[in-house]
DNA sequence: CTGTTAGCGCCTTCAG
DNA sequence: CTGAAGGCGCTAACAG
C-alpha cells in the first residue's frame, strides 16, 4: 500500500480533496462535523502532508538556510542556535550548511539552496567579494549577510563592531602599560580579519606608537594558524608582549606555541582574544575577550529575514551594527 | 520578469521541455548541438532549475536528515562533518536539526522532516523509547539510530561500546589503587547513560569492590548536572577518590564543582571521562578519556544510510557498534 | 535524437 | 459550507 495522499483522505472520509485541505491548514470554514470525519480518517491512514508539493504549489518552503564557515567552533554553533530559535517560532525550519571557509563550497551549498527553493538565505560570507551577494539576489532569494561584511553590494546585514571590539582590547593593553602589541588575524579576504587590525592601529596611533611591521600577521582563523603566527611573532625584534588574537582558535594555537616556547601567560606574554566561547568547555575561564553576541546575533540576522520575507522591513537595506564588550580576566597583565 | 522554468528554456533554445531535462540531467542522450543551444539558454536566462517540483516527480529529494540532541558539543559537531562528507560524496545535502535533548522537539522535528520528504533520517534519539522509530518506518522513512540504542525495535544502529569504555576507564583506575569510585551520567532513560554506569559495575564487580549505592548518580548530559552530581558525591560516606564522567559536559562542570571545593586534580580526586573533544579548545589537554570516534560513527551511519536507500544494505538490520581507546593523560592518578 | 501526453500532491479560483 | 477544474515545474513512458 503506497503513502497515502490527499486523495486517499477524501475518499475515506467522504469529502472532497480540498476540503482535506482546509481541514489540515485551518483555511476557510468547515463544519465541526466534517472535520471530525477529516481527522478521523487522517489519523486512521496515518496521513502525513507532503510538503514539497503545498510547496511548489506555493511558492514557499517555509525553510531558511544558514551557511557558516566552521561549524566546530561554539561561536558559530551559538549563532547557530540564535537562528533556529528565532525562525522555530515563526514556523520555518532551518537548514544549516557548513563552508569550512571554502569558496568553492560556498557556492555549491548556494547552488542547492536555491534549487530547493528556500524562502530565504543566511550568509556567512567565506570572502568578502560581493559577486555572490548578486547571483543570489538574481535568484530571487533575500539574503541577511552575517558577522563579515560584503564589499559594494546593498544587502542586510548583521553583524558586531570588530573594529571596536579590537580598539577595546588593545586599550585594555595599553591601560595595563604595554606598548609593544602584536596582532594575530585570519585571511585579509574576510572583513572581521582586517577590521580587527584596524581597531588595533587605531588604538596604537592613538597612543602615538609606531606599530612595527611585523607585529601584524594575518592567516586563518584556525588553531594551526594560531599557534603559526604567534611562533613567527616571537621572532619579531622588538619582540611584543602582548598579544591580540582574532579569534578564539587562534587564541588557543597561539597559547600552545607560547607554551612550547616556555613562557607564561600573561607573566611573560598577555594575551587577549575575540569571542568568549571556550569557556563552556573550560574549568577556568581565564582569556581576557572581546565578547561578541553571538546568540543575538544569530536571532536578529533570522527576525530581519523574516521581516524581509513578510514584507514587514523597510525598503531600504538595513545594517545592523551589534556592540562588543570586553571582560577582562586573567591573561592579561603588565608587561615584564 | 518572473524565474524562468523548464519551459522558458525550452522555448527560447526551441526544444521541447524534456530536452532540456535531458541536458540538466545527461539523462538519454541529446546532440552536440541541441545541447549547446540548451547550455546557452540556459545561461542566458540565468535558469536554475527547480528541485521542488523534481522530488515530487520523482520521490526522493536527495537529502538525508540528521537529528542530535546537542549542536553545542564539540563532539556532535563532529558527528555532523562525518555525515555530511560522506553525504556530500553521495551528491546528498543535509538537514540538520538539534532537539536539546527534548523528546517534544524531536517529535516536531520528525514530523516536519517526514513532510519534507527527506530520503532518510540519521536519528540521534533523545530516549531510548522505541515508539518513535515505529512512527518513522510507518512513514516508510528509512531510518539509521546513532549513538544510543533503543529497545525492542528492529532499526539500523551504529555506536560505540559504552559498556566496554568504562569498563575500561574504571580498569584504569583500579589500576592506579584507586577502591573508592564514583560515577556521574546522565538520565536513565538514555541507553549511553546507563551502559556507562554496567561497564562500571561490571569493573567493580570483578575486583570483588562491594559499590556503595551513593556512588553511582544519574542527571543530564550538562556542565550543570556535572556539578550538581559532584557536589553532591562529595557528601558521600565513603566519599571517592576518584570520578568517572558520563561526558564532557559533566567533567567540566564536575570539576568546577571540584575547584569550588578546595579539590586538586588529580591530587586529591581523579577525573576520567567520555568524550574527548574539549581538548580541541584546551591549551593543554590533561583529562584521561574514553575517546569515542566520533567522525567515524558519523561516517558509518551515513555510509549505512545511504546503502539503504539505493538498495546496497543487506536484508536484515544492521548494528555497528564501534570500538572505544582509552588516553590516559594527567587528570588521573593514584589515590592519596 | 526529439517530442507528446500525463500526472506527482497540493491549493487557488470560481461555482454552487 | 463544499466542490470541480486547473496548474505549480518537472520527468517517465511512450511515440515518432
Known amino acids: 500500500m503506497p503513502v497515502p495522499t490527499i486523495r486517499d483522505v477524501a475518499k475515506r472520509a467522504g469529502v472532497a480533496p480540498i476540503t482535506v485541505s482546509r481541514v489540515i491548514n485551518r483555511s476557510g470554514n468547515v463544519s465541526p462535523d466534517t472535520s471530525a470525519r477529516v481527522e478521523k480518517a487522517i489519523e486512521e491512514l496515518g496521513y502525513v502532508p507532503n510538503s514539497l508539493a503545498r510547496s511548489l504549489r506555493l511558492k ?6 544558514l551557511v557558516v564557515t566552521d561549524i566546530s567552533n561554539p561561536f558559530w554553533t551559538t549563532v547557530v542556535r540564535g537562528v533556529e530559535d528565532t525562525a522555530q517560532d ?9 563552508t569550512d571557509e571554502s569558496e568553492s563550497k560556498q557556492e555549491q551549498y548556494l547552488d542547492v539552496l536555491v534549487q530547493k527553493q528556500v524562502d530565504g538565505i543566511l550568509l556567512v560570507p567565506a570572502t568578502s567579494d ?10 530571487r532569494t533575500p539574503v541577511v549577510i552575517l558577522d563579515r561584511a560584503i564589499e559594494d553590494v546593498p544587502v542586510d546585514m548583521v553583524r558586531c563592531d570588530s573594529q571596536d571590539g579590537a580598539y577595546q582590547l588593545v ?6 602599560g604595554h606598548r609593544q602589541i602584536g596582532v594575530l588575524t585570519g585571511s585579509r579576504r574576510v572583513s572581521t580579519a582586517s577590521e580587527r587590525v584596524a581597531g ?8 602615538e606608537i609606531q606599530v612595527h611591521e611585523g607585529w601584524i600577521r594575518y592567516g586563518t582563523f584556525s588553531q594551526d594558524s594560531g599557534y603559526e603566527m604567534a611562533q613567527r611573532i616571537l621572532e619579531v625584534d622588538p ?44 574549568i577556568e575561564p581565564f582569556l581576557t575577550v572581546a565578547d561578541q553576541p553571538a546568540y543575538e546575533m544569530g536571532q536578529q540576522a533570522a527576525a530581519l529575514l523574516l521581516a524581509r520575507l513578510s514584507g514587514k522591513a523597510p525598503e531600504e537595506h538595513q545594517e545592523i551594527l551589534l556592540p562588543i564588550q570586553i571582560t577582562a580576566r586573567s591573561s592579561s597583565g603588565p608587561p615584564l
Not at 515563526?90 to 557548513?98: D, E
Open 171 to 176: 586599550q585594555h593593553l595599553l591601560a595595563l
Open 239 to 282: 619582540r611584543p608582549t602582548a598579544l591580540l588574537a582574532g579569534n578564539n582558535f587562534i587564541a588557543v594555537g597561539a597559547m600552545r606555541a607560547l607554551r612550547g616556547a616556555g613562557l607564561d601567560v600573561p607573566g611573560d606574554m598577555s594575551v587577549v582574544s575575540f569571542d568568549d566561547l571556550t569557556s563552556h568547555l573550560l
Open 60 to 65: 514557499r518552503s517555509q525553510t531558511l538556510a
Open 200 to 207: 588595533y592601529i587605531q588604538a596604537m596611533e592613538e597612543a
Open 130 to 139: 560581493g559577486r555572490i551577494v548578486d547571483w543570489i539576489h538574481k535568484q
Open 90 to 98: 515563526a514556523g520555518f525550519s532551518v537548514i544549516l550548511c557548513n
